[in-house]
DNA sequence: CAATTGTTTTTAATAATTGTATGCAACCTG
DNA sequence: CAGGTTGCATACAATTATTAAAAACAATTG
């Protein structure tokens, strides 16, 4: 079979649910209105109306279409279940990627990796596709896919487009009128932040979150399918790489709250040059946080 | 054939080639001797020495291998010219939409479109999936490709893009060493502008051209291969939207030409937030170009 | 003549095929 | 018998062929 006749076969369980409700005798309607009920083609109605036939439940002949029997739990088609969506396949791409630490330079078995993500290795070419507009993937010379990765070079690439991304973002915030629901959600980040600081020496892990929802806050005030393109890995890598470097976790994690806290008092005072400084500071750090992981996890 | 043998007919030449340094009588080295030579495996290789016996060219018997006599011009296998670049196929494509003003919404047929490109059907396929992440593609529901194309807000969120990106590159330059290549570049730059503006009656529309370079020189100052990817595109776009719009185009080109001049004239007084003010209003100035030609374009 | 059905064409998804690469074990040969 | 060489088997990706589905068009019926 060249392509599945999963189609077909939601098909044809749905005409035998819509069966059901008809008595035996009954007529079914055209074709047409068939095919707008189930939501699919007039040809797969007419291959369903055959099998149908085939199997005794129906006498079919030009507009003459006679339910000879009910359906019973028998005559239903067995269907697998459906992939997983592009988005699903990302995350899960990203997070392998991430989560085993693959080195720079591996090469990508197509076939296996379709195994491995449960899609038709077809869909996980044209993700591979792409993702290679990101630079993490890249044709090799004669066929085939390699992964750029994570190099030192990326890592830098990725945190300056992550700065110029974001400063424009807290620059847009400073400007936004005062009823705009940005501001009551840093207030409860603000909240949050001082709680966490609170306890840091038990919870110092769970900044990981804070911080994710902290700078999808900023970035969610710009409206750009670019820039929400890009955030998605850029959270994704930093968030990874931020859990990685278990030294002075604690520290570093007090530190980047306080830096977070003085992004948000001088985004709340509408102190825009205050607030891009803050913000440039903390991604500063941010970057070198990165880059050390980076180094670390090289040795390893 | 599945795939084409065009490896195998350069690897069969070049043994040709190879076999002309021979005399009659002589031995072949072994088979990994000559995949190394011929840069190709040893599969590649022992079809080819398949191939010189069926010919008559040559005795092979295990590592017994016997040239028998030297090649003429008529055993040489002809080879097509390969394909177009994926670089290219970009080019190609966006000039396809660009230029013949594919309305938003068209599907977009896959088979006709790689025979009008010239490039196999699955290559194409591949090319869609990198441009979804530019949103100026999509898939349909169920298979197949639309164009989003360049609507209305497309073009809003491109400009607002072009805008950060551009704005972080005129912030760089202002700090670049006076002795980086940048300099006499801006400089060459601003005596040719002054000199379009001295012809501008006659020679308004070569300003399209100094626009691109213009903008291609600030934008090389940021080494960063996310914004390079993203130029790509942005300088296709405004370009054939610049030539849309003939409209005034004589007076919006002197006008562009100043502030060009502007922008020139604070980055060499290293003055950076005076050209960061420039090209934002320059950029704004664009961004109503770009929305205005594609109103008057939608008239057509 | 409007609704419905029959037929054909087109398109895209996938299975199957084939060219290419590579690893391993057997084999020769000095 | 050790090094190199070959034969064989396997794996993988690019492409072709096939098939499911959709859509357009023509014919038919009430």
Redesign the interface.
Known sequence: MARTDERFREAYNAMLDYCETLATGDQLPAEHGLAGHLNVSRTVVRSVLERLGGAGLLHWQGRNKTLLRRPEAGDRLPVQSDPISADELERHFLDWVLRFDVPPGTPLNVTEMARKFGVAPHSL???L??L????LVRRRP?GGWELVGFTRD?AI??S??RM??EL?AVSHLAALPTDHPIWPQLAALEAEHHALAAEIDTRYHDFSLLDERFHAAIGSVV?????T??QKVITLVFHYHYQWDKKDERERNLAAIDEHLRVITALTDRNESAAVAAARDHLRTSKQTLLSSLRNHALV
Chains 1, 2 share one sequence.
Do not use: I, K
């Open positions: 070419q044209e993700f596709a792409s290679s507009r990101f630079g004669r990326y690439e990725l300056d487009f110029v991304l424009n409206r750009n399918r670019f820039v393109e890009f």
